[in-house]
């Protein structure tokens, strides 16, 4: 089964609730967690695994070959990203800007513009006993997190079955790369907190979901400290609230030295387990 | 030598645009000829992507020798004005060209 | 007339609440420029009234016309997105997937495709409640963030500070490392860096100054839940030091910007709080340093 986890905004509890779940539900069972939020991956500052493999990962762009170009600007013209332009007689490609639409390549004339791969970012891949940890990580400069979310998908099949559980930490708000990053997903959890800017920045990720069709719950983080507006709108369009977690300094203070969470607080390994019940049950039902 | 500045109009008394490649235009001094031309690149605001590198080749082809802007280009663009061998002096974006100028021209503005 | 520009790499630091808080103690000194796109809540804070709404196009996307179509099927054979497929023998475009890069309607045997500019969102003009003006947007469903739309947003932010003739332009940045906050950085003057004493903040922090370096502008950092972890936040002033960066304030961890939050409020509307006291200072060194530059 796989379950992405997201939220409208950034610093909602994404990446605390993914690393915590993922290595909790481990103690019962084969997990693995993919941390998809490749522009600023996080989760690997609370789970310190041992690596089993590093990959780069590469997307194809445009090589200018010199010795074919008749230099006649086709290329720059087709090009709807300026990530090719011609400077008197040289042809320069910028490679952060190339979408790998091939256009340039395929059309050009003299067949002097051939796609290479080019490094976007690398794949790391941990193991520790029942828990599997899978990084993506762009390249800073990079622009586009869409490839590299396709392609860490990818690899996430190819070395697990759909019968383990696959959690994902998704990319904050509601742009294509979260999109990209939740569209292969049986349930995406929406992690929020009940505060203003948390009620209208989720609500804009249940729209999401609903246009996706993907069914969605909530879970909601520092639950005590805002209005409890949220809850009342759940239970009236019918929306699940998998579990909720208090506000509690020792959370923030365990968090910020990058230490899971439930072995300090007790309170949030009933939280867990809430959530572990309702996407089992979740996956019975599928079935 | 062919001084070229990053601007918000076409004249001396013009402020200057602190960006480069989402620059309004790009005004040229020909020390020479003691002569004025511009080039408006406010087309730029329609372009989502790739502002830096589409101002750059612009300015490749106007064909300076000397750029005076504000921030500095970003990394896209610093490789094309690299070829184009051309004296980039920064720090003018809050400036009129007229006052960029004079800058320059006492040494007052940072090379980048 | 002053541009600065608040970013975190980070979510979740107080970014927007510590820019709106700014936003009340200049009021009409300064224009506000919500580029925090991704995630426009300063609204929330400010109470505008919108005085102006425009609709906001951005890229492309490429449609079929379905009486030239031939259905030969070259569009898809070509596209790298898997945005065009056949639905009741008919191929049609699916917009969330196609990324406007315009390839199919070259080879389009028909000439039935066409490059449309893309509706991206709305941007407005609103008046707020801290007596000054605020440029904001609302993204469409599915849309991308670009530096267009910062570039727009910002732009109309400065020629209404022109005409207004105001002190300030503030900035509420764009999040991540990408397109959008680079546009968002262009043509600042100063860069108020928001970071959190934990270790994320502190990885964040150092990802997104990589980029404030590259544009080389003056900056300062304010050190928001500065007590959570005495250690990293030991790291993160030297990581200032090293970098030459002004450090302006800590914050401690504290309900108080929740709270404000919860009544809609900036935290310096709470008056009497620690915090709204931090944040003031902090807004009074910030003008001092700008006095400097």
Known sequence: MKIAIASGKGGTGKTLLATNLASYWSERQSVVLTDIDVEEPNDALFLQLPKIAQEERFKFIPSWDSTRCTLCGQCQEVCNYHAIIQLGTEIMVFDELCHSCYACSELCPAKALPMVPHKIGELTHYHHANLSFVESRLEIGEEQAVPLIAQTHRYVDDHFSKDHVQLFDCPPGTSCPVIEATKHADFVILITEPTPFGEHDVKLAMQTMHQMNKPFGLVINRADVGNSDLLAYCKANTIPVLATIPFDRHIAEAYAQGLLVYEQVPAVKPALDQIIDFLQAFAINQK | ?112 | MKEIVIISGKGGTGKTSITASFAMLAGAEAVVADCDVDAADMHLLMQPNSVKEESFYSGQLAVIDQDKCIQCGQCAQVCRFDAISVHDDCHVVNPVSCDGCGYCPRVCPADAIKMEERKAGSWYISETKANNRMVHAALDIGAENSGKLVAKVKNEAKALAKQQNVRYILVDGSPGIGCPVQSSLSGANFVVLVTESTLSGLHDLQRVYALVKKFRIKAGCIINKADLNEMVHEQILSFLAMENIHHIADIPFDRTFTDALVAGKTVVELESSLVAQQVKRAWEIIKDLNQSV
Do not use: C
């Not at chain 2, 372009?47 to 020798?65: C, I, R, Y």
């Not at chain 2, 000397?66 to 002096?89: M, Y």
């Open chain 2, 1 to 112: 030598m062919k001084i070229a500045f990053t601007t918000k109009g076409t004249e001396w008394n013009s402020p200057m645009d602190a960006r480069f490649g989402r620059t309004e235009f790009i005004v040229i001094y020909d020390e020479e000829t003691n002569t004025l031309s511009s080039f408006d690149n406010r087309a730029i605001e329609n372009e989502a992507h790739g502002a830096g590198t589409a101002t750059s080749k612009k300015l490749f082809e106007l064909k300076p020798d000397v750029l005076i802007t504000g921030n500095g280009p970003g990394q896209n663009a610093a490789t094309v004005l690299k070829k184009l061998n051309v004296k980039i002096f920064g720090g003018a974006g809050e400036m009129t060209m007229k006052e960029a100028y004079e800058a320059y021209q006492s040494s007052d503005l940072a090379m980048l």
